[in-house]
Nanobody, 122 residues
Framework: QVQPAESGGGLVQAGDSLRLSCATS????????MGWFRQAPGKEREFVAA????????YYADSVKGRFTISRDNAKNTVYLQMNSVKPEDTAVYYC???????????????WGQGSQVTVSS
């Protein structure tokens, strides 16, 4: 079981870059695929990116492909989301989650962090 904890959110301007981190406590980080999801006010939670256990396979939502990069450091029990060229529509609470296999569906994820607010001003 792992417990994710997000950090790195904040207020940025459109076009800026931001890196979110998700440090996990507990055991077995290197056995879990990790994902990032986001939820904007009044909207449902949506998939952003996911990475396999080894880091060799990644998935991205079309809306962030080419701008966001997910990566992981199994030695540090941490997964990252590098966000470049951010847009106002990227404003949301970003959640990190762990699953037994890489997946785009939130239902596949077992353990969730509390979220980190990202606000992009125009």
């Amino acid at each position: 079981q792992v417990q994710p904890a997000e950090s790195g959110g904040g207020l940025v301007q459109a076009g800026d870059s931001l890196r979110l981190s998700c440090a996990t406590s507990g055991r077995g980080f290197s056995s879990y695929a990790m994902g990032w999801f986001r939820q904007a006010p009044g909207k449902e939670r949506e998939f952003v990116a996911a990475i396999s256990v080894s880091g060799g396979n990644t998935y991205y939502a079309d809306s962030v492909k080419g701008r966001f990069t997910i990566s992981r450091d199994n030695a540090k029990n941490t997964v990252y989301l590098q966000m470049n060229s951010v847009k106002p529509e990227d404003t949301a609470v970003y959640y990190c989650a762990a699953a037994t296999g890489i997946n785009r569906s939130a239902n596949a994820y077992l353990y969730w962090g509390q979220g980190s607010q990202v606000t992009v001003s125009s």
